[in-house]
């Protein structure tokens, strides 16, 4: 099956709109994709005919509700393939999941004890664990490139018995770099390590399998799905969501409370502390419905198909430096790239007064940037409504930049 971009691309509306008096052509979806009306009218929905507290009421309005929300909860188990319902936690986003992993960290990690991740790690899956370490005196421990990609000599030299998290991204929002998570789980657990998986770039572009995986925690966003901001994932095996604490406390969460002490609630609820994002969390199964439809297979395919048409007209562009591995077929949609002699802001700026959109600067992932001893790169990213043209506008302002600025 193939992608039917002008179907897909009349759902989102946003996209048929003039920028600087261009045709918007958006290519920033690692940083929020775009929602289609199917998300937007599921949200309208809810707050026009539903909108009542989940779990709580008996009316009419809060039974639809709940079903609506735990239907959400379903269909993210399914999408992921997760083997329970338990296993499926909302939370704001990526960063919120990582953080409440990090904090399950510290009920365990003892002095010496190692934390191993990899360079490339977006700030959520680094400063929580600079956290970590620095409460209770563990070890925290990088993964550096080779080629452009993780170093997986240097991955296995690194992780020892005495390593007890491992946290990887799966894909890499700046070099775009698929990393192989399923061998690093094998590696992590022979050596009696927890695998985290920061899925944020990697579950809106492909198939997601977290118990052929087998990582222990994986995070995602809905935003970057083409879902709604503030809500999003913590998948976790269910034995080690038993053995964490609790984040937040308060209503919804509780099983019993007595004037001093309480008990928690089951699965999942225990982690769900108060009212819920209940739209997003609605808007957010509206858009694993959209997803499924499409196929996930097929989406990256799509943005295979783009890759493969683009690059060789980008690498043909003088001055032009693209990082990250040279193999599209070991790279999502993303390209960080920059032009000689000009800032990247510079170049992003040049870009989007030819309406094309594209992120600049160090995409909250420092270290990589200082790593790869720059300053700051533009970024390109692809989604589902990207198409030929979209990349063939892109490699023309480009052009059009190196001509303005005369390098």
């Not at 050596?191 to 222990?216: N, R, W």
């Not at 994986?218 to 709604?228: I, N, Q, R, Y």
């Not at 589902?384 to 480009?398: M, R």
Request: glycine share 6%.
């Amino acid at each position: 099956m193939t992608i039917e971009i002008a179907k897909i691309r009349s759902d989102f509306q946003i996209l048929d709109q003039i920028v600087n008096d261009e045709p918007l052509v958006y290519l920033d979806s690692a940083a929020t994709t775009q929602k289609p009306r199917q998300v937007l009218d599921a949200i309208r929905a809810y707050y026009e005919h539903d909108n009542a507290n989940v779990h709580r009421g008996v009316h009419t309005l809060a039974e639809r509700a709940t079903a609506d929300y735990e239907s959400s909860r379903d269909k993210v188990r399914a999408f992921i393939n997760a083997s329970s319902r338990k296993e499926v936690l909302f939370t704001r986003g990526t960063t919120t999941a990582l953080n409440w992993v990090a904090k399950f960290a510290e009920q365990i990690l003892q002095p010496e004890d190692e934390i191993v991740i990899s360079i490339m790690e977006h700030h959520s899956n680094i400063i929580p664990w600079q956290q970590a370490a620095a409460k209770t005196g563990a070890v925290l421990k990088f993964v550096y490139l080779k080629d452009g990609e993780l170093d997986m000599a240097d991955l296995r030299a690194k992780v020892t018995n005495q390593t007890k998290f491992v946290s990887i991204t799966h894909v890499s929002n700046v070099l775009g770099v698929i990393n192989p998570v399923k061998e690093i789980a094998q590696i992590a657990h022979d050596h009696g390590a927890i695998m985290v998986v920061d899925g944020a770039q990697s579950t809106p572009h492909m198939t997601v399998d977290v118990q052929d995986l087998d990582c222990d925690f994986f995070a995602l966003s809905g935003h970057k799905m083409a879902g709604p901001t503030g809500i999003g994932v913590l998948y976790g095996k269910e034995a080690l969501l038993n053995q964490m604490n609790p984040i937040e406390f308060g209503g919804e969460m509780i099983d019993f409370v007595y004037e001093q002490s309480a008990t928690w609630k089951e699965l999942p609820w225990k982690f769900e502390a108060g009212t819920p994002n209940i739209a997003g969390s609605i808007g957010l199964g509206a858009a694993v419905d959209y997803l499924t439809e499409i196929g996930l297979d097929n989406i990256h395919q799509h943005e295979q198909d783009l890759l493969n048409y683009v690059m060789p007209q980008l690498r043909e562009i003088e001055g032009l430096t693209i990082y990250g591995p040279e193999d599209n077929q070991r790279r999502g949609g993303v390209i960080a790239f920059n032009l000689d002699g000009l800032h990247p802001h510079d170049v992003a700026t040049a870009l989007d007064m030819e309406g094309v959109a594209v992120r600049a600067g160090h995409h909250c992932a420092q270290p990589l940037i200082d790593h790869l001893g720059l300053p700051a790169t533009a970024r390109a990213s692809f989604y589902i409504y990207n198409t030929f043209a979209d990349c063939d506008k892109l490699v023309e302002a480009i052009k059009l930049t190196k001509a303005f600025f005369g390098v």
